[in-house]
């Protein structure tokens, strides 16, 4: 099993990486966990492929609750969240408690959010379903909500007790969301790790894939807690860990959230400010033409669609990293090395 310690000033925990671990996980979990209230959110299709399974590991030794909610981004919204609080006051949960949130990005993001703001704090464990989840959104404690002015404007900073990945739970994945978490994988190898992304570029095909996917998760998850520990609110180089997400939120939002998956919009993100910052002499040549044959290789999109770009500008203008009258993007000066960019806000007409 992969152990990564995530050490805070004020928190420390693990992520556990390990195939077969859904099977087990309520042993893991009894080691550190002593009462018994347990309230496990999910969402209808995880619940459906796997909602017994985690039953079962807990019924024995706890009280739990299963509440649902539906798949996709427009569940992350307030409306869910006070659905989520109902539920829980309805099971009379209290601080001493345990939150799971067992699902992808949106499950973790609300469930975490819930958990940090009922009771003014309530415990709660990561076990990420998806892989854009495994290797991004369940580690370093952003949680949020949406507001239909744009995404994640409403959120925290609240880390979980531990987060568990089993890498099996992916194989029943719709193929469009594994590489909707290929999109993440990548901006890994982008703008921090050449050897990443070169090696994603050599595998023959997905077979190969998920015989390495326990070490691609732990890199990626590695990288993530490198720059977590040194910025935890996302002030300085967590920034970093953005790149592509600018544009990609104004594409999700244009289309409320219905054409693009968050990853999918991310690839169109990467390509389309790397091919600017190509061609204004920022980025090494040749660095776009790699980011669409490593797309183009997990089914990823890359070509912008027609959008009104003075609607892009507005939603980016309200992205939570702008500070005044500057804002910060990410490019790359080439694979594998990325950087913060300070720019005022009427020059981001340049970079998109």
Do not use: W
């Not at 099977?23 to 909602?51: L, M, S």
């Not at 659905?83 to 408690?97: A, C, K, P, Q, S």
């Amino acid at each position: 099993m992969y152990e990564i310690k995530i050490n805070l000033a004020h928190k420390s925990y693990s992520i556990f990486i390990k195939n077969g671990l859904i099977d087990y996980i309520g042993k893991e979990i009894k080691k550190n966990y002593k009462n018994k209230k347990i309230a496990v959110i999910t969402d209808i299709n995880v619940e459906k492929f796997y909602g017994e399974k985690i039953m079962q590991q807990f019924k024995n030794d706890f009280e739990v609750k299963m509440i649902t909610v539906k798949p996709g981004e427009k569940s992350k919204s307030l409306d869910t969240l006070e659905y989520l609080y109902n539920e829980l006051l309805d099971f009379e949960i209290t601080r001493g408690d345990l939150i799971i949130a067992f699902g992808g990005g949106v499950i973790g993001d609300i469930t975490g959010f819930a958990a940090a703001t009922l009771l003014r704090g309530i415990p709660f464990i990561q076990i990420p379903t998806s892989l854009l989840a495994q290797i991004d959104s369940s580690v370093g404690g952003k949680v949020a909500v949406n507001l239909s002015r744009g995404k994640n404007l409403v959120g925290n900073f609240y880390h979980p007790e531990a987060v568990f990945i089993d890498p099996i739970l992916l194989r029943t994945l719709d193929k469009r969301f594994l590489y909707d978490g290929m999109a993440e994988v990548i901006k890994y190898g982008c703008i921090r790790d050449e050897k990443l992304f070169k090696s994603l570029l050599e595998y023959e095909n997905e077979h190969e894939l998920f015989n390495n996917i326990e070490e691609i998760i732990f890199r990626c998850c590695s990288i993530k807690k490198e720059i977590v520990e040194k910025d935890e609110k996302d002030t300085g180089e967590r920034m970093l860990l953005n790149f592509g997400h600018t544009l990609g939120h104004a594409v999700e939002k244009y289309y409320n959230y219905e054409k693009y998956t968050h990853g999918e919009a991310v690839a169109i993100g990467m390509y389309n400010i790397t091919k600017r910052s190509e061609d204004m002499g920022i980025t090494e040549i040749g660095t776009v033409s790699l980011i669409k044959e490593i797309l183009k290789k997990y089914n990823l999109p890359y070509e912008l669609p027609n959008m009104d770009k003075s609607n892009n500008i507005k939603t980016i203008g309200l992205d939570k990293k702008n500070k005044g009258s500057y804002m910060n993007i990410v490019l790359l000066k080439k694979i594998g090395n990325g950087f913060i960019k300070k720019i005022k806000r009427e020059d981001i007409e340049k970079y998109i």
